[in-house]
């Protein structure tokens, strides 16, 4: 299978190259030139299969230059119990009759970026050595709090590969601050970026179109990747998971094989959900998906009218991750909504770049309408949507998952549509364990605590276990301090890397 650029028709790479690349020349992302679909047969099949047994059979699909051992030894590889603490790697927990829970943090870094980003170090070193690339590969990424500690820990002392993450200075958790900073590995670096996230992403993209500097580089034998969610192996991952979700109902009796089920995914860089559609069209029986965003509602607006405007103001949130205005996977849905036309997308983003808006035509609005539902809530939302869901459940979520059960919520009150939903749970209580207990037992409650002493509470309180990786972090040194401006940020690389 061949990946095309969605800004130029005339590219056309294996998924080796696409993965290695990570972003096309022309600034574009990587699209396979045809899905594969999977019958109701197949689905069916999979039920009684492992998660790293799914993981290969999908994965198997859109990986077509590698050999079944090479695909075979990149899952099991990346999905262990030692990592993810359980055998189910994704569990699905039952919230009543309409919602189901898609735990997707049970990974090293409690954060669903582990779903993806302990098997992208296997599938791009394996793909560097599929084309014959001999340099050392520098991984640079932008996070809003969770892709950074993920690809730290995924990439850590992985031999040929060094790795950058930019983070925005006062934009993610005290515990997401902590997981990067005290980051172990001889190939690592991290550094805060004055802004937001929106700019740390900015300029990182500034560095991967810099053809001067890709020259530089490649003269001293490095080559520039990404591990964010618009590199296609970061992507591709994420489409294994709703599958999976799907065949542990099936399993359960939940549902039947055939019925439809619904996706609700909180999302700011739109991957997650876009995960979701290529699922949907891969022949998953699911009928709405529900975009779920905070207060940075650009998704939401666009959704709803078909027009993108990040012309807005910039909110600092309690669920941090999803702080984005600039949605860098909705480029892959226009490319498919638009029959893959390049000079149609082209346009959408120079102006998207020129004046911080665009207008989709009439035929892609009626399209993203019919497969998209879109809602938000605010931080108060959230807390609410916090405590009442341990009140009547006695589950616990952060304020991630809280976003994605309110809209759900919304989205059932507007519709009355109670299709059984799978609803993605993007990162474990534990990493927001501030916010989580001050919507669970008030402001005073968590007063002159440290994190460590949170983490105690919120396991004491509500009977939960505290992940391996967040309790070992009282005992670890802060290595990085750096703090750069948004055009210093290759500055930073290159002292890194010298």
Not at 129 to 141: D, S
Not at 303 to 320: A, L, M, V
Not at 433 to 438: A, G, K, M
Not at 442 to 452: L, M, N, P, T, V
Request: proline letters at 3%.
């Amino acid at each position: 299978m061949k990946y095309n650029s969605t800004r130029d028709a005339g590219v056309s790479v294996t998924s080796a190259e696409a993965i290695v690349k990570g972003l096309s020349g022309d600034g574009g992302l990587f699209v396979p030139e045809s899905i594969p679909v999977y019958t109701l047969s197949d689905i069916s099949e999979m039920t009684n299969m492992s998660y790293n047994e799914r993981a290969k059979k999908i994965l198997s699909g859109f990986l077509s230059d590698f050999k079944a051992a090479e695909v075979e030894n990149c899952v099991d590889r990346a999905y262990t119990k030692e990592k993810f603490e359980t055998n189910s790697i994704a569990p699905v927990y039952k919230l009543d009759q309409s919602r189901y829970i898609l735990e997707l943090w049970h990974g090293p870094t409690c954060a669903f970026k582990d779903m993806a980003l302990q098997i992208l170090p296997h599938l791009l070193t394996t793909s560097v050595k599929k084309t014959g690339l001999n340099k050392e590969i520098v991984i640079l990424v932008a996070t809003s709090g969770d892709t950074g500690k993920a690809a730290l820990e995924g990439f850590r002392d992985v031999e040929g590969t060094k790795i950058v993450v930019f983070f925005p200075d006062h934009g993610v958790s005290s515990i997401q601050r902590l997981q990067m900073c005290t980051q172990e590995g001889g190939n690592v670096f991290v550094s805060a970026v004055n802004g937001n996230f929106d700019d740390a992403q900015t300029g990182v993209k500034q560095i991967f179109t810099d053809q001067g500097y890709e020259q530089e580089l490649s003269a001293r034998g490095k080559a520039l990747s990404s591990a964010n969610s618009i590199n296609w192996g970061r992507l591709v991952p994420q489409i294994v998971y709703y599958f999976s979700a799907y065949c542990d109902m099936l399993k359960a009796e939940e549902i039947t094989i055939g019925d439809e089920v619904n996706i609700c995914v909180p999302t700011g860089n739109f991957g997650n959900i876009l995960a979701a559609y290529f699922a949907k069209n891969m022949g998953l029986p699911v009928g709405k998906l529900i975009c779920a965003s905070n207060a940075n509602n650009v998704l939401t607006d666009f959704i709803k009218t078909g027009t993108y405007d990040r012309n807005r103001e910039f909110f600092t949130t309690i669920s941090p991750s999803m702080d984005i205005l600039i949605s860098s996977n909705l480029e892959r849905l226009l490319y498919l909504l638009a029959d893959k036309n390049t000079d149609e997308i082209k346009a959408y983003m120079s102006e998207l770049s020129a004046t911080g808006k665009y207008t989709v035509s009439d035929k892609i609005f009626e399209a993203v309408k019919e497969n998209f539902y879109a809602g938000c809530a605010d931080d108060d939302k959230c807390r609410e949507t916090i405590k009442n869901t341990e009140n009547s459940f006695g589950y616990v979520i952060d304020p991630h998952t809280a976003v994605a059960v309110a809209v759900h919520e919304q989205y059932m009150a507007e519709t009355g549509d109670d299709t059984k939903t799978i609803i993605a749970s993007t990162a474990s209580p534990f990493k927001f364990n501030s916010d989580v207990l001050e919507a669970l037992l008030g402001r005073e409650a968590i007063e002159d605590k440290d994190e460590f002493e949170l983490l105690r509470l919120l396991s004491e309180r509500y009977d939960l276990h505290v992940p391996r990786s967040l309790g070992e972090l009282e005992d670890k040194d802060v290595r990085f301090e750096t703090v750069c401006d948004k055009s210093m940020m290759k500055g930073v690389v290159n002292e890194f890397l010298s």
